[in-house]
């Protein structure tokens, strides 16, 4: 690998030095030609000839490589610079990353076993504004989580025992309530993958009598000071809504290293590393859910026919 750098490195400097050399060669062999021409035409001495040819000869050395050099070495100077002021924000903003990372984790207070299912007080949506732009935007709400969490109908099944069967995963729930924003509650037994949420299709009971005890929500970070440094949050809540009691809490940071940049087609935020780390894959999404099944234990059912009905 060294060799290849070295190997490169010369290469730019052939190709850097020899328009160069060739622009001073073409002016030397022209000006010779004109003042040797010129002088017989004009019928000038030889030693004034000479004098001239070298008085040409030796500007076009000293003036053309200055004259080329001097800008490419301002272009390298303004690269140094700009270089050294992105370093200094990126060190700022990685002073600031790590010290919110001091603050994130888990707190699991109490668990509690056999849950059939839990209420979602909040539903991440899918944007249907410019996801580019967004991505883009220090300020942006979902920023802390948004490169490893589902959204809509498939934040939802990715609770549900029924949906994560599909994908050979079991440690779901038999039913998932939604808080709607009118205060209804919608309960699924299902999801079928859809880019949509249809409640009919999904086999839903609209307010259910008996709504979950235990609720799963979020609040983002969307601090000013954090967010100038590219750095976002986020914390994920689990409720008893009988006694409101705070069962456990996760909060999670991310930090858009590229500070933004949109540079080679790059997407800021997407491209952002979290603390406490989380996996990526598309397996390994969903950290809302992995969350809250180690403080609500599903209720393990062993039957094979497991119709998604049973609560």
């Known amino acids: 690998m060294k060799t290849f750098y070295r190997e490169f490195a010369t290469l ?111 539903v991440r949506e899918e944007n249907k504004e410019n996801i580019f732009a967004l991505l883009a935007d220090p300020m942006w709400d979902e920023a802390a989580i948004t490169n490893v969490e589902s959204s809509n109908g498939s934040y939802i099944g990715s609770f549900l025992r029924k949906y994560r069967i599909r994908f050979g995963k079991r440690n779901g729930y038999s039913f998932v309530d939604v808080l709607k924003a009118d205060g209804s509650i919608s309960r699924y037994f299902d999801y079928k993958g859809h880019d949509d949420i249809d409640e009919e299709r999904d086999g839903v009971i609209k307010n259910p009598s008996d709504p979950a005890r235990y609720a799963v929500t979020y609040e983002y970070n969307v601090d000013p000071e954090l967010r100038k440094h590219w750095v976002a949050g986020i914390t994920i809540k689990i409720i008893d809504r009988q006694t409101d009691e705070l069962l456990a809490e996760k909060t999670i940071f991310s930090f858009e290293s590229g500070l933004g940049s949109t540079a080679t087609a790059r997407t800021p935020w997407y491209n952002a590393v979290h603390c406490p780390e989380l996996l990526q894959r598309t397996e390994d999404r969903n950290p809302t859910h992995a969350f809250a099944v180690q403080v609500l234990k599903p209720t393990q059912i062993f039957n094979s026919s497991f119709n998604g009905d049973q609560k």
């Open 12 to 122: 730019m400097n052939f190709l850097y030095w020899l328009p160069m050399f060739i622009s001073v060669v073409i002016v030397i062999a022209l000006s010779t030609v004109i003042i040797w021409w010129g002088g017989d035409y004009f019928k000038i001495k030889k030693i004034y000839k000479i004098i001239a040819n070298v008085i040409a000869v030796a500007l076009a050395v000293f003036i053309i490589p200055l004259h080329w050099t001097v800008p490419a070495k301002q272009a390298q100077e303004k690269r140094i610079v700009e270089y050294n002021e992105r370093k200094e924000k990126y060190e700022a903003a990685k002073a600031v990353f790590d010290e919110q990372c001091k603050k994130a984790g888990e707190k699991i207070y109490r668990t509690v076993d056999n849950v059939d299912g839990v209420m979602l007080l909040k």
